[in-house]
């Protein structure tokens, strides 16, 4: 199966991450797509146009990002990455969801800034985001204590999520007044799976 991807997605990067922790990574091809080409044929795979998308040998699909990890989480029997069952599932979603919205709201600060013309920018909505993400990263630094002792989804999609963030210099210093979080985020970071899809250009 291959998973169109781009190096710098974040959203990608969870998927290479779930595929790496789970050992799968040798099952996943990764085959390139540019989302904002004019001539990009990704909306064949995803008709939102968007990576990641799965794509299997018979040219069947799966998107989004939360969907192909569970389902390439499916695909091996050692310890699951999203719990089965249970209170546990729901905290690891919910930490999936809140990861998920403050990479989201990067995204879109990044957009606003690097490809919206000038004259079009809405300060109103530049200012939701921020705080979209500020608000975010200060629910995750008062709740590490409760997801920092396994690596399941949810801390999967929150190392993608600050690696977005500091690569894509979205905030000046997502670690100040931060420092349960950044100890953690230092915990994790010598991870194979977090050194192998760190975002590069
Ligand atoms: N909810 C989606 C978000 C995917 C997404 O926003 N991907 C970005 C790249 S980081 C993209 O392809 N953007 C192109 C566009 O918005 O048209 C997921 O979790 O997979």
């Not at 990641?52 to 389902?71: H, K, M």
């Not at 599932?89 to 000038?118: F, H, S, Y």
């Not at 230092?186 to 975002?199: D, I, L, Y």
Request: charged share 25%.
């Amino acid at each position: 199966m291959k998973l169109r991807f781009s190096i710098t997605s974040p959203f990608v990067r969870k998927c290479r991450m779930v595929a790496i922790e789970a050992g799968i990574e040798d099952k996943l091809e990764l085959a390139p797509a540019n989302a904002w080409a004019a001539d990009t044929d990704l909306h064949r795979d995803n008709p939102l146009c968007k990576v990641p998308a799965l794509v299997f040998d018979d040219g069947s699909t799966l998107y989004d990002s939360p969907v192909i990890c569970e389902y390439l989480d499916s695909l091996h029997s050692g310890h699951k990455l999203f719990p089965e069952a249970g209170p546990e599932r729901w905290a690891q979603l919910k930490l999936q969801a809140l990861a998920d919205g403050i990479t989201e709201a990067a995204v879109q600060l990044r957009i606003e800034g690097n490809m919206r013309p000038e004259g079009a920018r809405w300060p109103t909505w530049v200012e939701r985001q921020t705080n979209a993400v500020n608000r975010g990263l200060d629910e995750l630094e008062r709740t590490v204590g409760h997801w920092d002792g396994v690596f399941l989804i949810g801390p999967i999609a929150v190392v993608a999520s600050l690696g977005y963030i500091e690569f894509r210099k979205i905030v000046p210093d997502w670690r100040q007044g931060r420092p349960h979080l950044a100890r953690w985020h230092a915990t994790v970071h010598n991870r194979r799976s977090v050194q192998e899809t760190e975002p590069k250009e």
